[in-house]
């Protein structure tokens, strides 16, 4: 813990003329009035104010705020009053430390509904005095500093509420170094993976570039002293934050970032810092679009520096900003390096860009009505990288620039975010792509049930909607190849006679090793068990009897239609009959026999009747039957090209014709060759529109894989030719499959 002396020599290095007295006084007053109170980390309360005050002799302000920072927390946390910190010191001090009392009621993140006015507050508190703000950040920042003591879950909305208000509000205080801290501790608090994996990234970059950057300071240094100028130029690598906000802002990967090292080239005046540039621009390649001159149009808080980024030395992207030492203070300490001591007064400087930027954003308070309104026009103004939406119950969402109502849904919450199907912004019905506008109010339309369409992960900019999608399509994918297993397995156990249920499968999940009913259906859905695996594992003593027969090449299932018999009619036509009833069909299942024949002219004799081996055809298809001698007669639709072999064999073509006309009552083979992108869920999707049009998917076979394609074979079962051309135009319309043909064998 710092000792009295320490504080008043701390001061009066910067400031011989303080009042030793005042700082000694302030020292044993709060000491006294902290007394036994200990910090969460067990350390002396007491110690606390006095980093608080140290951070601030760092900035090199005035007496009173050192004061004020050492007895900031007496009048909340101890017995203390404010009428005897009036008595005991000035009424000067007495206002700052009355300030800070009052932002430390304000909550600021907790209570979400009131964020708007608690802002609004907080700048009124702070607007009597500029540096009641600067003890409020060197507060925040030991805070943020000494914050792995506390519950975990108060450190992540401390850290939050830094990020939100704090950090953006010591940039716009100009001071850049306290920004970056905050934000760094804050990224560390609130994204710790990420900021372990950059954090190490950065380590390994600057342990592999360590010459790199001494090797530019120094080419830097020799080019630009050979045209006689002076300079001090020192590399530096980026934080860890920075990083990682470009890498979102950008959507880029870290490979990706050029702009890693910055390098600082201070000069000795404005003059040189033109000549400077001059210098660098004649001497490396400029990247277009990345110039800019804060010098010649400071920003608002009064930053001044030339910003450009040339090809460097080892044909590395260099960043450099140039500017005079004078900058170069105004660019670390932003408002407080006003606080010098110009004139003897030891007040900040009124002239300080930073501090009218104050005063009018505390005018335009004065004025507004409504916190939202406020926000509308100062916190927007503040936050330049973020937006600020409500809900309609007038939530404040920050979200990042280029925000859309998807990133909103999220940051509601993932369940809002998971089954939005349409936003309204400002009450009109907007896409869900639009980018927000500060001071949009945004309502979430929602629908149970659904889930985020893949492509919306590229779409969204925030981390937190991006994560929840991917999570959401892939328990999607899950549930489709779910569904599809269990269609599956019904029909594996209807063609075995057993009985299926999920009590039975619960039985048998140890055999199956697999944790869930949910687990089995998605293996079976994806192809990764085998149907008739489940069957035995269920029914042990079960044999399958298509057991080491050869695999289905394809051809017709026997549950399809394997066989039929010809049979003679008596108005010369052969009626063809089918085994069994329809199958698997669904819709027109069972039936009469005689329903199912084809009458085929020219035939006199029972004949077995089978579909050609590949692809078959259905109703709809013209069809030739064609004798096969000692087998029967095949069934050909005429666009096949094994045809061909029979074109010198008249005698075997036989004319037959479909008799359907009673509407579907069975389901016939056909195949279709389909290419799909490789990407998630994609053949979930297929299975999905052959489901969702009453197909039955009897097999498929992957043909060839590449990186991007699959090619594919589905045979299928279908009512008829325009049922199968419903779902090809179906698959067509899919974004995941590139191409759809039928195929004949
Ligand atoms: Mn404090």
Not at 197 to 214: F, G, N, Q, W, Y
Not at 306 to 321: A, D, F, M, N, Y
Not at 477 to 486: E, K, M, P, T
Request: a neutral charge; one cysteine or more; charged letters at 25%.
């Amino acid at each position: 813990m710092m000792r009295q002396y320490e504080l008043v020599e701390r001061v009066k290095a910067y400031n011989p003329a303080a009042d030793e007295a005042l700082l000694n006084r302030a020292y044993i007053y709060a000491m006294r009035a902290h007394g036994t109170q200990r910090r969460a980390s067990g350390d002396p309360f007491f110690a606390h104010p006095l980093e608080v005050a140290a951070i601030l002799t760092d900035l090199r302000l005035d007496d009173a705020t050192i004061v004020a920072a050492v007895l900031h927390d007496t009048v909340e946390d101890t017995a203390a009053t404010l009428d005897e910190i009036n008595r005991l010191f000035t009424p000067e001090i007495g206002k700052l430390v009355d300030g800070l009392t009052k932002i430390k009621r304000l909550d600021l993140v907790s209570r979400q509904a009131a964020q708007g006015e608690n802002f609004r507050k907080l700048l009124l508190a702070i607007a009597a005095d500029v540096r009641v703000l600067l003890v409020k950040l060197a507060d925040r920042l030991h805070n943020m500093r000494t914050l792995q003591h506390m519950p975990a879950e108060k450190r992540a909305r401390i850290a939050q509420e830094t990020l939100d208000i704090y950090a953006p509000l010591a940039g716009r205080m100009g001071m850049q170094e306290l920004r970056e801290e905050l934000e760094e501790l804050s990224f560390q608090i609130l994204k710790p993976e990420a900021f372990a994996t950059i954090s190490k990234r950065l380590a390994d970059l600057s342990a592999k570039s360590e010459r790199l950057v001494e090797s530019i300071e120094h080419d830097l240094t020799q080019k630009l002293a050979a045209a006689g100028i002076r300079a001090t130029v020192t590399g530096r690598q980026k934080r860890a934050y920075s990083i990682w906000s470009k890498m979102e802002r950008k959507s880029v990967a870290f490979e990706q970032l050029s702009d890693i090292f910055g390098f600082r080239v201070v000069v000795d005046s404005v003059d040189t810092c033109y000549r400077t540039l001059g210098v660098v621009h004649t001497t490396w390649p400029m990247v277009p679009g990345r110039y800019k001159d804060y010098i010649s149009t400071p920003k608002q808080n009064d930053y001044r520096s030339i910003h450009t980024t040339v090809i460097g030395p080892k044909s590395q992207r260099v960043e450099l900003q140039i500017r005079t030492a004078a900058m170069e203070d105004i660019a670390e300490y932003g408002i407080a390096a006003h606080a010098l001591y110009k004139d003897g007064s030891p007040h900040l400087s009124t002239e300080s860009g930073a501090y009218q930027w104050l005063r009018r954003t505390i005018e335009l308070l004065a004025e507004g009505d409504s916190p939202e309104e406020f926000l509308e026009h100062t916190k927007l103004e503040l936050f330049q990288d973020q937006v600020f939406c409500f809900t309609p119950k007038g939530r404040l969402i920050a979200l990042p620039r280029g925000a859309t109502p998807i990133d909103f849904a999220y940051a509601v919450h993932t369940g809002v975010g998971n089954t939005a199907v349409g936003a309204k912004i400002n009450g009109h019905i907007a896409p869900l792509l639009t980018e927000l506008q500060n001071g949009d109010e945004v309502e979430i339309a929602r629908a149970d049930g659904q889930t985020p369409p893949a492509a919306w992960e590229s779409l969204v900019v925030t981390g937190k909607a991006r994560a929840a999608i991917r999570r959401a399509t892939r328990s999607a994918v899950r549930r489709q190849y779910a569904g599809l297993g269990r269609q599956i397995l019904d029909r594996a156990f209807e063609r075995a006679g057993k009985n299926f249920s999920d009590e039975k499968l619960r039985g048998a999940l140890p055999r199956l090793a697999r944790l869930s009913g949910e687990d089995v259906f998605a293996a079976v859905g994806r192809g990764e068990m085998f149907s008739g695996d489940v069957v035995k594992a269920v029914y042990p003593d079960y044999k399958d009897e298509r057991r080491g027969a050869p695999p289905a090449q394809g051809g017709p299932r026997p549950h399809v239609n394997g066989a039929g018999r010809l049979s003679l009619d008596k108005d010369q036509t052969v009626r063809l009959t089918w085994p069994g009833k329809g199958g698997g069909a669904k819709g027109g299942g069972a039936k009469d026999p005689e329903d199912g024949g084809i009458p085929i002219r020219g035939l006199d004799r029972d004949l077995p009747v089978r579909f050609a081996p590949d692809g078959g055809a259905v109703p709809g298809d013209r069809i030739v039957g064609i004798l096969t001698p000692g087998e029967g007669v095949t069934i050909y639709p005429i666009q096949s090209p094994a045809l061909a072999a029979f074109d010198n064999e008249p005698d075997l073509w036989l004319d037959v014709r479909w008799d359907v006309d009673g509407g579907p009552h069975q389901r016939f083979p056909a195949r279709l060759a389909l290419q799909s992108i490789n990407e998630p869920g994609s053949f979930a999707q297929i299975a999905q529109v052959i489901a969702d049009h009453d197909g039955n998917i009897d097999n498929i076979s992957m043909k060839r894989r590449t990186q991007d394609f699959t090619d594919v074979v589905i045979d299928l079962a279908v009512w008829d030719l325009k049922h199968l051309n419903a779902i090809v135009s179906e698959l067509r319309a899919k974004q995941v499959v590139s191409r759809v043909d039928r195929v004949n064998g």
